[in-house]
């Protein structure tokens, strides 16, 4: 791959397809309200509240499938095919390099799911979305690999997303009449082998690089014996989950939690809060160092025979990190791509904070007594569909109309 020079993005096609963000964004915003719109209906039958479905997947697998491989991923290749050719100093990426990949994502994703209500095509569908997949994957390892800049976050990245189209691979197999091992092993290498390696490392490249002008006096601090601490624990966590080993992986979540608290706190959270747009991303980090310390108590207590949390720490994680980092992220990525000012609005903001509370309100669900599980759920889902459905009425027009600036792109 060469270094190109100037906006390659096809004269003649819509501007959706004139920058990779556009296009996998607008498909990630649509995967996301529908995945959860599917969630909300199961959790309302499980409430009583509307007739139950015949899913061609145990509900909680086809959440975690549409939720961990097809939305969160969407997002992060949207990002990383714009974020990483300025890492590694290239110019955008022709459109011809990525389109066909894109493509492939959103009739994959498209077909699935219609596949979780029509026995058959759930397996085409997969296996369209990981061809996708596997196309953005030769692109990012190229960029990757140019020239002779630090690399180092770029290639754990890339080495994240290989190990993550083992979850669609996996998902094939349940498909196809695999058991639960199958699903376990999906659900985990999703988690723990590429979102969260994934998402970790791109705040440690970029919060404290986005920090440096907004806070006076701001130092950075990106050590790298903290993006290998964490990655190789969130390595060693989901190999427990997989085998059933759960009740140890505090022995590397507790390291994890006191190294992301750390971070935190280096970072300089407090005055962060000062700038919305920052402050998202400071306090989306924070929840990891929560989840960690979660799953450390549940582990530990574990150990002693002792069941608790419930999933409290996976939503810690799921909402709390991954929400909140993938809102402040997408945000800031779309509006300084659009050429509009860096700066989150009231209503971004407003809905930012409303996310904190759908975070804290879907880790309690697991605290409260069991006939009111399912209400406590279906408020924090129709939480977050309220969110981010606010959220994509501001963003999705973005995507669909040129920079406010004049400049390709």
């Not at 997303?161 to 199958?182: E, R």
């Not at 402050?279 to 150990?303: K, P, T």
Request: net charge positive; aromatic share 12%; charged share 10%.
């Amino acid at each position: 791959m060469q270094r190109r020079n100037g906006n390659e993005s096809g004269s003649g096609r819509h501007i959706v397809f004139a920058a990779p963000h556009r296009s996998m964004f607008l498909t990630g915003a649509t995967m996301l309200l529908t995945a959860f719109t599917l969630w909300t209906v199961e959790i309302a039958a499980r409430a009583g509240l509307a007739p139950s479905v015949s899913w061609t997947l145990p509900p909680v697998w086809m959440h975690a499938l549409l939720v961990t491989c097809g939305m969160f991923p969407l997002f992060m290749f949207g990002f990383l095919l714009t974020a990483m050719p300025r890492w590694q100093a290239f110019d955008e990426i022709p459109q011809a390099r990525w389109l066909g990949a894109w493509r492939l994502l959103a009739a994959g994703w498209a077909i699935a799911v219609v596949g979780m209500v029509v026995p058959g095509l759930l397996i085409a569908g997969l296996m369209l979305a990981l061809a996708g997949w596997i196309g953005v994957l030769r692109v990012l390892w190229q960029v990757a690999h140019h020239g002779d800049l630090e690399a180092l976050h770029a290639r754990v990245i890339c080495y994240a997303m290989t190990a993550g189209a083992l979850a669609p691979l996996a998902w094939i197999a349940v498909a196809a009449g695999a058991g639960p091992v199958a699903a376990r092993v999906a659900i985990n290498a999703a988690i723990w082998w590429c979102l969260l390696p994934v998402f970790f490392s791109v705040c440690h490249r970029m919060i404290p690089f986005f920090s440096t002008g907004p806070i006076p006096g701001y130092q950075v601090v990106r050590p790298v014996w903290a993006l290998w601490l964490v990655v190789g624990a969130s390595i060693v966590h989901g190999g427990l989950s997989m085998v059933g080993a759960s009740a140890f992986s505090w022995i590397v979540d507790l390291p994890a939690a006191f190294a992301s608290l750390w971070l935190s706190r280096q970072w300089r959270l407090v005055p962060a809060l000062k700038v919305p747009l920052l402050a998202m991303l400071h306090i989306g980090f924070l929840w990891l160092g929560i989840a960690w310390a979660l799953f450390a108590v549940q582990s530990a207590a574990a150990m002693g025979g002792i069941n608790i949390l419930g999933l409290a720490p996976l939503h810690a994680l799921g909402v709390g990190f991954f929400g909140s980092v993938l809102m402040g992220m997408v945000s800031r990525v779309t509006l300084g791509h659009s050429g509009r000012k860096l700066t989150a609005d009231r209503l971004t903001w407003g809905l930012f904070l409303t996310l904190e509370i759908v975070a804290v309100t879907r880790g309690l669900a697991e605290l409260v007594p069991a006939g009111w599980v399912p209400w406590a759920m279906l408020v924090s889902v129709l939480g977050w569909l309220g969110v981010f459905g606010s959220w994509a009425v501001r963003y999705v027009p973005i995507y669909l109309r040129p920079r406010s600036d004049g400049r390709p792109g």
